[in-house]
C-alpha cells in the first residue's frame, strides 16, 4: 500500500526559505517518478519539479528555476523541495505526488501532464507574505 505524507509547510515572509519534506511508504523511488505540485486558489495545479531516476532527469517550472531544489533520501525514503527567496506568487498547497515507471520517462513529461500521477499525498500548505 503507498502512502505519500507531506509537511514542512508554513507561512514565511518573502525573501525566506521553507523545506517541505514528503515521506513515502510503499515506494521505492527508483522505480518511481516522483513529483511536486502546488495549486493556488482560483488557479489550476502545476507542476512545480519532477524527478525521474531512470533516466537522471530532472525538471523545474520556469517560476521556481534557480529557487527550489528537489532532493531524495533513499536512506530515509523521503523527498525534500527546498525552496528559497520565496515569493507571495509561491503561496499555493503543495503536493508530492509518484508515477510508476514500467518504462523510463523524462521529469518534464511528468510535471507538464504528458504522463499521470499514480499516488498523491494530502497536500502542506506554504503561505509567502509580503
Known amino acids: 500500500d503507498v502512502q505519500l505524507q507531506a509537511s514542512g509547510g508554513g507561512l514565511v515572509q518573502a525573501g525566506g526559505s521553507l523545506r517541505l519534506s514528503c515521506t513515502a511508504s510503499?515506494?521505492?523511488?527508483?522505480?518511481?517518478?516522483i513529483a511536486w505540485f502546488r495549486q493556488a486558489p482560483g488557479k489550476e495545479r502545476e507542476g512545480v519539479s519532477c524527478?525521474?531516476?531512470?533516466?537522471?532527469?530532472?525538471y523545474y517550472a520556469d517560476s521556481v528555476k534557480g529557487r527550489f531544489a528537489i532532493s531524495i533520501d533513499n536512506a530515509k525514503n523521503t523527498l525534500y523541495l527546498q525552496m528559497d527567496s520565496l515569493k507571495p506568487e509561491d503561496t499555493a498547497v503543495y503536493y508530492c505526488?509518484?508515477?510508476?515507471?514500467?518504462?523510463?520517462?523524462?521529469?518534464?513529461?511528468?510535471?507538464?501532464?504528458?504522463?499521470?500521477?499514480?499516488?498523491w499525498g494530502k497536500g502542506t500548505q506554504v503561505t509567502v507574505s509580503s
Open positions: 524527478f525521474s531516476s531512470a533516466l537522471d532527469s530532472t
Open positions: 505526488a509518484a508515477r510508476r515507471t514500467p518504462f523510463a520517462v523524462y521529469s518534464d513529461d511528468v510535471c507538464n501532464g504528458y504522463y499521470g500521477l499514480d499516488y
Open positions: 510503499g515506494v521505492t523511488f527508483d522505480d518511481y517518478a
